[in-house]
């Protein structure tokens, strides 16, 4: 019994300490016309996105074609043979004045917002990212329309924390296999709370190398229209098309509520209170 109690002095003292220690220029798109090439194939392999957080909200698919890829990477084609597309990728580059933007819906209770991921690609490029920079706003609304305003975040500040190869490759459904437009998940550190509301996600992207970077766009088969996104072009907003209007893959991430060392003390507390009461019983019980 002395033992448990030193334990329990020594976890509530640990957690009496825890608790005071806290404290525009260029293309609008990369399409079939404009493009540097087509690309070659050749073997590769698909890393894994890493999570950061829970995953809430996911703006998808950007894949296609699952598995058909060099090394068995995935694909986003293209579907220029089938549907008469011709976008390989819509420009939003920190060179020129481009901007995209795209929705999404918190439910009630809101969400605490811990990161968001966005797509890019930089024609040419290996596996090994070129992404430099990223810069993201949040709207209350449409941007650009009357009664909408930046809830967070601002077009200057880079708040890219992570940039990795995605797995996927942009190519042509007439021609794949290329390697050549490897694209790269893109993380944003956003740290902020969202009550219910629908909101808009508005970013450009920095790369090291001259082509974009430009953003793939939702990839459905037999779809030509995948979303509602916008781009804005120096001047004004208007619709992401390529035949039909196109979506943008993103996906958002709550924070993991890890439980601090305070209240690691308390559950310990609370364990060893209990199980002091079952050997108290025990005894009686015994006498």
Not at 211 to 238: C, D
Request: net charge negative.
């Amino acid at each position: 019994m002395r033992t448990l109690f030193s334990l329990l002095v020594l976890l509530c003292g640990l957690s009496l300490m825890a608790q005071k220690e806290s404290p525009l220029t260029g293309d609008p798109a990369e399409t079939i016309h404009n493009s540097p090439g087509f690309g070659i194939s050749a073997p590769g392999q698909p890393s894994n996105i890493q999570e950061r957080g829970i995953l809430v909200y996911e703006n998808w698919p950007l894949v296609n074609s699952p598995g058909t890829g060099p090394g068995g990477a995935d694909e986003s084609l293209l579907q220029d043979s089938t549907l008469s597309m011709g976008t390989f990728g819509f420009a939003h580059s920190n060179a020129g004045n481009f901007r995209v933007a795209d929705d999404f819906t918190v439910p009630a209770g809101g969400w605490n917002i811990d990161s968001i991921t966005f797509y890019a690609y930089q024609t040419g490029s290996t596996t090994t990212s070129t992404i430099t920079s990223l810069n993201l706003q949040i709207w209350n609304g449409q941007p650009g329309q009357m009664g909408s305003s930046v809830v967070w975040g601002d077009t200057t500040t880079n708040v890219l924390s992570a940039t990795t190869w995605s797995g996927i490759y942009r190519g042509l459904l007439s021609a794949p296999g290329a390697t050549n437009r490897p694209i790269m998940a893109n993380t944003a550190a956003v740290g902020t709370f969202l009550p219910a509301g629908t909101y808009w996600l508005d970013w450009r992207c920095g790369g090291s190398l001259g082509s974009g970077p430009w953003a793939p766009p939702i990839t459905i088969n037999g779809q030509t229209t995948t979303g509602n996104a916008i781009q804005f072009n120096g001047t004004a907003w208007g619709p992401l098309n390529d035949v039909g209007q196109q979506g943008l893959p993103f996906a958002i991430e709550t924070a993991i509520s890890v439980p601090t060392l305070s209240q690691w003390g308390l559950f310990g507390f609370i364990a060893l209170l209990a199980l002091g009461g079952l050997m108290f019983i025990r005894r009686t019980r015994l006498a």
